[in-house]
């Protein structure tokens, strides 16, 4: 049986390189608008414009993928894992190239505690979507509960650049920094 920490390194690598390869990806001028304010620290309305892109980022182009994660994120609120895996299966299955989906799906399996299915998704998530800054911070969670500081870091620093607004963001930057870097006498 493979550990999460098996495929954590190979993972992490490739997404750092996807990341760093495709920082200019977007999924369109108005999400690309709408990130770039998101990404100036001195934006007021950056709650508004979180909402905007993760309502864009959910539209499948399909009625029938948007129902399934849908009845997925019903079942997630209702504790409801296992439901919530095969709706979100069928719609990964069917719209592979939805990055929500498996975003969704990540988020569920993290919350089963299948961090290596959880680390997966989230690889394929910013494949598809490189700037999908809740990915970003599931990938910055679970690096930091394996114990991965300095990937963990990394990880933060990426969510950052494209989102500074995320509460406690500074606390957990600055916290890693601490870690990995030491303190100054």
């Known amino acids: 049986m493979r550990r999460p920490t098996d495929i954590l390194k190979p993972a992490v690598a490739s997404l750092f390189t996807v990341l760093a390869a495709a920082s200019a990806w977007g999924q369109g001028a108005d999400v690309d608008a709408l990130l770039e304010r998101l990404a100036n620290p001195d934006t007021a309305e950056w709650q508004s414009l979180e909402r905007q ?3 864009e980022w959910s539209k499948s182009g399909s009625p029938a993928m948007d129902l399934l994660l849908e009845r997925a994120r019903e079942a997630m609120e209702d504790e409801e894992f296992a439901v919530a895996v095969e709706h979100l299966t069928a719609l990964t299955d069917h719209a592979p190239d939805f990055a929500e989906g498996w975003n ?8 089963m505690g299948e961090l ?40 933060w620093r990426q969510v950052q650049a494209i989102h500074p607004h995320i509460p406690q963001l500074e606390d957990a930057i600055e916290r890693l920094e601490k870690e990995t870097e030491g303190t100054a006498l």
């Open 116 to 155: 290596g299915l959880s680390l997966a998704d989230i690889q394929r998530v910013l494949a598809l979507n490189p700037r999908h800054f809740g990915a970003l911070s599931g990938l910055a969670i679970i690096l930091t509960e394996l114990d991965q500081p300095a990937l963990a870091l990394e990880a």
């Open 53 to 55: 892109i993760t309502a």
């Open 104 to 111: 969704t799906r990540a988020t569920v399996f993290y919350q």
